[in-house]
Each structure stands twice: as C-alpha cells, then as structure tokens.
C-alpha cells in the first residue's frame, strides 16, 4: 500500500489547473506510474504529497498531425507510439525505441511524459528525441511554453520542473522519407531491463551519396541527452569513406570520457560503442559507402 | 487517506466500490475482491505473475495503481473458462504440458488473450514478444508458446 495525503483524478487540462491551484502543500503527478510505483515502494518519501492522477486527461493523450511536426501527448503510452502508424512513418527511430520499452504489460500503462520527467539516463526515448530535434511543451503558471528537450534536464533523475509543471507534448519535426535510423540497444537483461546504452542515428544523403543529414547519440551513457553538432560535421557534406566511418566512430566514443567522466563502465562502454557505431554506419551508408 | 469511489465493470459484472487510492490494482483484485487466481510475483513489473486486462490491453497489475480502474472495464483469468478463447488457452495450456507448477500460468493466458484478441494470425515470433513479459521458472517456454499457437489455430478454425 503506497502513502500519500490525498489523490485526485483529472480528466482535463482545465480541471488540472483548477486542482493544483486548490492543493496544499507538494503535488505529486501520476501518470501510468511504472516509475512512481516502483519509487513509492523503497519509503514513504511521498506521505505528504497530494497525487494527482493526469493518465486520464483524453487531451493528453492524442497524436497530431501538424504541418511540420507530430505532436505527441505526454500521457500517450509507449504501446500507443509504437503502434502509431504517424509516428511510424515520420519519426520511425521514436516508434522503435518505445517498443524496445520493458514488455507490453509495461508499454500498455506508461507514457512518454513519464519516460521524460522521470528523467533517468536510461530512458529509451531521450537519445531518439535528441536527435529528432525534438521540443517539450510545458504548462507552467497557467502558461503554456514550447523548450528544446535539453533545456529540462539538469541531471540523472532532474528536471527543472517544478511539482505543478506539467509536460503537456512532445513537438517532433517530421522526418522526410529518405532519411534513414538506426536504434540500437544493448546490454539488456531479458526483454525488460533498462538499458545499459543505446545508439540513435539520423542519416540522409542526396541522391550522389552527398550525406545532407547526419545526427548521432548514445542513451544510457549521459547525464542528460545530448547532441553533437561536432559529430555530425564530420560527414555532412561528404561521400563517407570507411576512414570518415572510423573516425566518427572514435570521436563519438571519445565523447564518453569526456562528457559522463571515466568510470568503471567507461572500459566497457567505449570500445563496444567506437565497434557498434562502424557497423551501424556501415549498414545506413550501405551500398554508397565510397573506398 | 480518504477513500475513493471507484465504478468499473469486471469479467463482465458491474462494480461500485471504495478503495484506498494507495492501493495497487492487485491489491483490488485480490483483497478487496476477492479474485486470488490473479497472482503476485516479482511486485516490480517484471515477471507477469499479476497481469490482467485492462480496457483491452495486457497490463502489470502490481504497476498500476487503483484509480486507473476507474470507469474500466477488466478480465481478470476468472473470466477464462467463461470465454471461447479463454477456454481454448485453458485447454491448450494443459494438453500441451505448459503448466508444471502453475504459478505463471494464469499470467500467461491473460497476456496470450490480449495479443490473439488484438492479432489473431500472430506468428510465433509475435507469440514470442506478445509473452515477454512473462517469466515462467519451470517449463522451457517452448511449450507454452505452443499452447498459445495452438490454442490460435483452433480459434481461427472454428
Ligand atoms: C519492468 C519495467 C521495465 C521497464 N523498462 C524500461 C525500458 O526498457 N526503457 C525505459 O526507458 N524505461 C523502462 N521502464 C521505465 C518506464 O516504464 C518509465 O520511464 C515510463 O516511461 C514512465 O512513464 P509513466 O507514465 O509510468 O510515469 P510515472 O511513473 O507515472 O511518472 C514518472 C515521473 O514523471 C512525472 N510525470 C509523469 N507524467 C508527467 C507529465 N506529463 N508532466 C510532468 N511530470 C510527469 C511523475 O510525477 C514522476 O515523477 C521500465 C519500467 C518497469 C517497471
Ligand atoms: S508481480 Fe507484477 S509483474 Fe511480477
Ligand atoms: S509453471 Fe512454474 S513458473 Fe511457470
């Protein structure tokens, strides 16, 4: 049985806002709870918190179709991206990771509001929203604000938001067809357990081979997720040849030491991520790899 | 903690009750229900000893909190034998020797119920992924993903 003070529903953005402006004292969202559940557990850190449970909130929970992005609602389940047919087809990187999310039972009643606020370096979906450029739209004061998805992390499990801030979207520019992903994932115990790093790679390249888009990160390896406009200078631009492959290779392991600090996982992580990344640029560059 | 009223239909038959809202929906089932076929395992979301259907789709019920039965509508394996394609799981699981001790198995066939409902040509590789989340210590998996196939092909053939 978990503890807290009190626990309401909600059922829509205006009845959200109507309930944190009457609670007192700390606030606690809930949304499918796969992460609170297991948190809750460990003490009664939440006793005093007042749970308000966002899952059923209907407008939080659609997938749209805008001009240039697809707006995904953070109480949208991580089955329910898998499945999309919209993000399959425009942000296909999105639906893989969030099936590569635990089991079905998991992705049935978790959410990608939850995946970001919960704000573990792990999380799948951070590194493919890294490279997808992608933004959050936050609900704070009454206002609602679009921020690069960066600007909310501070660090492992820290986000900038406070307790009556609530993730409303996620912005995704859509990719066009072309533009070829790899999600790869490793490390990972049975098919539930969180991974241990993850590789996100964006490619596009016109039709002499010329790459014109190129974004690649790892997951599970960070603080918070990143980007490298560095790494992805090193091919925009080019006809890669196997030494531009090995080069972004050590470059993106490199980043490791640099960023996450040398640690015990760093002997490990580097080496399997400079031999994962060549084999995944291989495969996108496939056929127009140059000698 | 104040209670919560909370309205849902389960295995067909209608609910008005007051639960703890700190309550899991296992705790639901199992304590304030009654329904003990429902089984706990790990409490973490990882073996599927618990798993139940919610609104159609296979879920933890040690991950999930009572609120979310608000409004519901639930199957829990009791509902099984009262279902055709429960009943041909329930057979199938045993004519095909998937049950030893029986603790994962009401587990199993609600994860298997959720998948065949939503894909009833699911291959065994979709077997495969659809019981992921299932962990079963005595049997080889092999034939509990038989008994899901088979338990399929007799549903598409009647
Ligand atoms: C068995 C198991 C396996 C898992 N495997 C993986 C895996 O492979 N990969 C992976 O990435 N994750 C994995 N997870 C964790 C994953 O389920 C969660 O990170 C999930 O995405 C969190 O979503 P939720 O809706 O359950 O969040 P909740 O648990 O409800 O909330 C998580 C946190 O986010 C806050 N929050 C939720 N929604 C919002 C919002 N809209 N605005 C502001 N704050 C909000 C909550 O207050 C809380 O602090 C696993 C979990 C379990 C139990
Ligand atoms: S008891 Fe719920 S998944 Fe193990
Ligand atoms: S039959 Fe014993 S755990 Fe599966």
């Known amino acids: ?291 | 903690m104040r209670k919560i009223n909370l309205t849902f239909t389960l295995n067909g038959k209608p609910y008005d009750i007051e639960a703890n809202p700190g309550a899991r929906m296992i705790d639901v089932i199992r304590d304030d229900l009654g329904l003990t076929g429902t089984k706990e395992g790990c409490s973490v979301g990882e073996c599927g000893a618990c798993t139940v259907i919610l609104n159609g789709d296979a879920v933890a019920s040690c991950m999930v909190l009572a609120g979310s039965m608000q409004g519901a509508d639930i199957l829990t394996i009791e509902a099984m034998s009262e279902l055709k394609l429960g009943n041909l799981l329930q057979e199938s699981f045993v004519e095909e020797d998937a049950v030893q001790c029986g603790f994962c198995t009401p587990g199993f066939i609600m994860s298997a119920y959720a998948l065949l409902k939503k894909n009833p040509d699911a291959t065994r590789q979709e077997i495969r992924e659809g019981v992921a989340g299932n962990l079963c210590r005595c049997t080889g998996y092999i034939q509990i993903v038989n008994a899901i196939e088979n338990a399929a092909h007799h549903m598409r053939e009647e």
């Open chain 1, 1 to 291: 049985m978990l503890k807290f003070r009190d626990y309401i529903r909600v059922e829509s953005k205006a009845e959200y806002e109507k309930a944190i402006a009457s609670i007192e004292g700390p606030v606690l969202l809930l949304a499918g709870g796969s992460d609170l559940l297991v948190q809750a557990r460990q003490d009664d850190r939440y006793e005093d918190h007042t749970v308000v449970d966002i899952f059923g909130i209907e407008e939080l929970r659609t997938i749209e179709d805008t001009e240039g992005h697809l707006v995904i609602g953070a109480c949208v389940t991580h089955e329910a991206i898998a499945q999309s047919l919209l993000v399959n087809r425009y942000a296909p990187i999105l639906a893989e990771a969030a099936l590569s999310v635990g089991s079905v039972q998991i992705r049935n009643h978790s959410s990608i509001g939850g995946n970001l606020a919960n704000a573990s370096p792990a999380a799948d979906t951070l590194a493919p929203l890294a490279v997808l450029n992608a933004e959050v739209v936050i609900l704070k004061d009454g206002i609602e604000s679009v921020v690069p998805l960066a600007e909310i992390f501070e660090g492992p499990y820290k986000t900038n938001l406070g307790d009556r801030d609530l993730i409303v979207s996620v912005r995704v520019p859509k990719l066009s067809a072309d533009v070829r992903h790899d999600y790869t994932k490793v490390g990972r115990r049975k098919a539930l357990s969180i991974s241990r790093m993850t590789i996100a790679t964006l490619l596009q390249t016109d039709e002499n081979g010329v790459v014109t888009r190129f974004d690649m990160t790892m997951g599970a390896t960070f603080p918070c997720p990143m980007t490298f406009p560095d790494i992805s200078a090193m091919l925009v631009g080019k006809r890669p040849t196997k030494e531009d492959i090995s080069e972004v290779a050590r470059a993106l392991s490199a980043k490791i030491p640099e960023i996450a600090g040398i640690r015990a996982s760093t002997r490990y992580k580097q080496p399997v991520c400079r031999r994962l990344s060549v084999r995944i640029l291989q495969e996108l560059i496939g056929d127009e790899q140059h000698a």
